[in-house]
């Protein structure tokens, strides 16, 4: 049976072939966008670990592109009172199938106004609804706990917006392959981080099983990680209270309420927010027993070393830190990781029919 484990591990293979794929899947924008030069904001419509992905993107567009790029969920975007004609409205669903999603793509397109999904499925109700489909090309993630599913939204919104600039001459033919190296240096490092995350957890294990909750702390690019890392955590190991904040935010309220039972993971990745990181695993080593840094800076031999080596990829390469966690900490707990085929529905499915219609 393949594990969750494979699928993180499948990870460098799929964002390699993204890469070496950018032009030939992104060609397809010259069929719905008349004028690239034209576009002057983009929006990013996801939720979920969709949403986490392209809260790690945006960034990258925003610097390529040079235009602003915002990230909304679809009940935000929904309530929205003005539409920008120029905008490009970008869907982005992993299973393509939220409901909520293709109603969104049903009133931009009613506008005038191009659509593009992202997802994994071409014939699903997003990608069908959409005037264009761009695959993140996994092909099927035998988990609902997304992984390799994660990396590859991230990576495919990043492509999307290096063609955008590359047709909007923002950037260069040569600046586009430049990018295009660095995402694969990125994608080198996957296997080193998930060996690293593995060992790192097999020696902290025991302080780790304990918590009774983990925050996950992480800016820019990484904040995105960071919520992701708690969204897996809670939804893999089902036995601990996590949260994901940005790194400045963090250090306000949410430290009054954590105990000795609890814990922070702060992502950093050695130049951006590197004071908020430091103080912060200080503080959770001191005054809670237990705090990690996971990036180049650690404070001790209880942190995980993570190298990026990338300079606009890092997001792909602290991605797997958090998704061995929560595997490794359901495995430690004896809670059952079992694929989509053969995972008994949870009671809350009766309720939330976020996916359907």
């Known amino acids: 049976m393949v594990t969750m484990l494979d699928c993180i591990r499948r990870s460098e293979s799929v964002c390699h072939s993204i890469l070496d794929k950018a032009k030939e899947n ?27 992905s392209s809260s790690s993107a945006f960034q990258f567009i925003e610097e390529v592109c040079g235009l602003q790029t915002f990230v909304l969920l679809p009940n935000q975007f929904s309530k929205k009172k003005a539409l920008n004609r120029n905008a490009l409205y970008i869907f982005v669903s992993q299973t393509g199938t939220s409901s909520l999603v293709k109603k ?59 063609r955008i600039a590359l047709e909007a001459g923002k950037i260069s033919e040569e600046e586009f392959n430049e990018h295009i190296a660095d995402g694969h240096k990125a994608v080198d490092n996957i296997p080193k981080v998930i060996e690293d995350s593995l060992t790192w957890f097999e020696n902290n294990k025991e302080d780790l099983k304990s918590l009774r909750s983990l925050m996950y702390y992480g800016g820019g690019e990484l904040y995105g990680i960071a919520v992701e890392g708690a969204l897996k955590l809670m939804e893999t190991a089902k036995l601990y209270l996590s949260f994901g904040y940005e790194a400045e935010d963090g250090i306000h309220g949410p430290c009054y ?26 503080f959770s080593k001191k005054e809670l027993g237990r705090g990690y840094m996971f990036g180049p800076l650690v404070q001790d031999e209880k942190d995980l070393k993570i190298v990026p080596s990338s300079r606009h990829f890092r997001a ?41 219609g």
């Open 26 to 52: 992104t060609d397809c924008l010259k069929n719905v966008i008349s004028d690239f030069k034209a576009i002057d904001e983009i929006f990013l419509i996801a939720s979920g670990s969709s949403f986490n």
């Open 104 to 162: 969104q793509i049903g009133k931009i397109k009613e506008s005038g106004c191009p659509t593009i999904a992202v997802t994994d499925d071409a014939k699903s109700p997003i990608a069908t609804e959409a005037d264009l489909n761009i695959s993140i090309q996994v092909n099927g993630e035998e988990y609902g706990f997304r992984t390799v599913g994660v990396c590859a939204t991230i990576l495919t919104l990043q492509m999307i917006g290096l």
């Open 257 to 282: 309420a954590f105990g000795k039972d609890d814990a922070i993971i702060f992502l950093n990745d050695g130049e951006n927010d590197v004071e908020y990181a430091s103080s912060m695993a200080e």
């Open 316 to 356: 792909l390469e602290f991605a797997p830190s958090v998704q061995i966690m929560a595997y490794q900490m359901a495995m430690v707990n004896d809670v059952e990781v079992l694929p989509l085929t053969l995972r008994i529905p949870h009671a809350s499915t009766k309720y939330f029919q976020t996916h359907k």
